[in-house]
Structures are given as structure tokens and as C-alpha cells.
């Protein structure tokens, strides 16, 4: 079977793919801008992808209007960020860091 992910599917390309591997792992990645100010934010597309040499790779995407989120445009701008991994006693504190808030204003 073939889905063409671009075309016909891109619509429904996120549920398909995120149904590919479950469970999945989910990074809470944490970045500063820098004025200092604390990113935090959910990444279904996330994992390791290697030891040698080591590849954490995770997804951020860009906003509906093309510019790149918070996290993103972080580590473009300093090189670094933190991969927390979640567990149950947080894991609804880390969904409500998903929301789309103005740049510099901290999710956590």
C-alpha cells in the first residue's frame, strides 16, 4: 500500500504517521531565548537515532504563518536545549506547555 502524504493524504499525514510507532516516546524539550526566558514544549516526533556519533532528533515544526516556534528559532539562536522525558504525575502539566503563546512568554 502506498499513501502519498503530500497529496492526497497531507490532511491526515500527522494521525498516520503518529500511528506508525506506539508507544512513542515524547521529549519535553526546554530552551532559553536570549533574554534567558525559559521554552518548555511537547515533541511526539522524537528519538534516538544513533551512538556514533550520538543523534537526538526531535520535530518542531513551524507555525500555521510559517515562522519557526519558540523552540526552534531558541536553538538556532544559542545551539543548546534540554530533552526531559515525562512521566505520569506530569504528563498533563507538559500537554498544556503545547499552547501557542507569544515568543518569550515561558509555557512553564
Same mark, same amino acid.
Given at each position: 500500500?502506498?499513501?502519498?502524504?503530500?497529496?492526497?493524504?497531507?490532511?491526515?499525514?500527522?494521525?498516520?504517521?503518529?500511528?506508525?510507532?506506539?508507544?512513542?516516546p515524547i521529549a519535553f524539550v526546554t530552551t532559553i531565548?536570549?533574554?534567558?526566558? &525559559?521554552?518548555?514544549?511537547?515533541?511526539?516526533?522524537? +528519538?534516538?537515532?544513533? *551512538?556514533?556519533? =550520538?543523534?537526538?532528533?526531535?520535530?518542531?515544526?513551524?507555525?500555521?504563518?510559517?515562522?519557526?516556534?519558540?523552540?526552534?528559532?531558541?536553538?538556532?539562536?544559542?545551539?543548546?536545549?534540554?530533552?526531559?522525558? &515525562?512521566?505520569?504525575?506530569?504528563?498533563?502539566?507538559? +500537554?498544556?506547555?503545547? *499552547?501557542?503563546? =507569544?515568543?518569550?512568554?515561558?509555557?512553564?
Open positions: 500500500m502506498e499513501l502519498n502524504l503530500e497529496k492526497e493524504y497531507a490532511d491526515r499525514a500527522y494521525p498516520i504517521l503518529a500511528s506508525l510507532v506506539t508507544p512513542r531565548n536570549e533574554d534567558g526566558q &525559559v521554552n518548555a514544549a511537547p515533541f511526539s516526533f522524537f +528519538n534516538l537515532m544513533g *551512538a556514533n556519533p =550520538p543523534i537526538c532528533a526531535f520535530a518542531p515544526g513551524d507555525r500555521d504563518d510559517n515562522t519557526p516556534k519558540d523552540t526552534a528559532r531558541n536553538i538556532r539562536s544559542l545551539h543548546e536545549f534540554v530533552v526531559n522525558l &515525562v512521566d505520569e504525575n506530569i504528563a498533563e502539566a507538559m +500537554n498544556q506547555c503545547a *499552547a501557542t503563546l =507569544p515568543f518569550g512568554e515561558s509555557e512553564l
